[in-house]
């Protein structure tokens, strides 16, 4: 049996953070005249914060100067990083510790591939960064998702061949590039939006031992 890595996205699949990235997005359009909605921050699930900008300015028809652009994402930044200064375990999604937990007893490895360039204060204020083996995001990939650049990275990371690895992703954009980096890709939300996955879990207390026991075995095809 070949080693196997489990490689999490973090917002959305570990924890809840896209509340705060809507209100932070929310608050920068509406300073900008712009409109934002819930369904728009759907399209910013699992992209990077200067794409995420570009695509705002783009619906709000609005061209900005190179400063005005740099100075906005440091003010959502930090705006984002009040929100999150606030966070505890209570805010880990269902189920999440148990999975992991089980990968852990049955040493597996894990890893987390995620665009956020704040990962590690977010998995350290949850408790949950001692779960990992390598945590690859914002600060070490040059491409963003669907690009499957953070995946590869993940990967090596433990020294796991991309077939053998498995990603767990609540974006489009993440399943993507996890299909890209010819790895196991496991949709956790909504199956029509995530249809490009080969599997699609509600959350994570839809997922049995029994499952996560098959995947130790499967490689990709």
Same mark, same amino acid.
């Given at each position: 049996m070949s080693k196997k890595a489990f490689i999490f996205d973090l917002d959305g699949v570990i924890v809840d953070?896209?509340?705060?990235?809507?209100?932070?997005?929310?608050?920068?359009? @509406?300073?900008? %005249?712009?409109? +934002?909605?819930e369904a728009q921050n759907e399209q910013l699930k699992g992209v990077s914060r200067v794409r995420s900008l570009q695509k705002i300015l783009?619906? $709000?028809?609005?061209?900005?100067?190179?400063? !005005? +652009?740099? @100075?906005?994402?440091?003010?959502? @930044?930090?705006?984002?990083?009040?929100?999150?200064?606030?966070?505890?375990?209570?805010? *880990?999604?269902?189920?999440?510790?148990?999975?992991?937990?089980?990968?852990?007893?049955?040493?597996?490895? *894990?890893?987390? %591939?995620?665009?956020?360039?704040?990962?590690?204060? *977010?998995? !350290?204020?949850?408790?949950?960064?001692?779960k990992f083996q390598a945590i690859v995001d914002g600060t070490n990939v040059?491409?963003?998702?669907?690009?499957?650049?953070?995946?590869?990275? $993940?990967?090596?990371?433990?020294? #796991?061949?991309?077939?053998?690895?498995? #990603?767990?992703?609540?974006? #489009?954009?993440?399943i993507q590039a996890a299909n890209s980096a010819q790895m196991i890709s496991i949709g956790i939300g909504n199956e029509e939006v995530l249809h490009e996955a080969d599997y699609v879990f509600t959350d994570f207390t839809t997922l049995t031992e029994e499952f996560m026991n098959s995947l130790f075995i499967t490689e990709k095809v």
């Open positions: 953070t896209a509340k705060y990235h809507f209100l932070a997005w929310r608050n920068l359009a @509406n300073t900008l %005249g712009i409109p +934002f909605s783009e619906w $709000g028809n609005k061209t900005i100067s190179e400063e !005005e +652009f740099t @100075n906005l994402m440091i003010e959502k @930044n930090k705006e984002y990083l009040t929100y999150i200064s606030t966070m505890n375990e209570s805010e *880990i999604l269902p189920d999440v510790p148990r999975v992991l937990d089980y990968l852990i007893k049955n040493q597996q490895a *894990i890893a987390l %591939g995620s665009a956020s360039k704040n990962a590690r204060i *977010i998995l !350290e204020k949850v408790g949950l960064i001692d040059t491409k963003g998702k669907p690009d499957p650049e953070v995946f590869l990275i $993940g990967a090596k990371s433990v020294g #796991v061949t991309p077939e053998n690895c498995i #990603v767990f992703e609540d974006s #489009v954009a993440g």
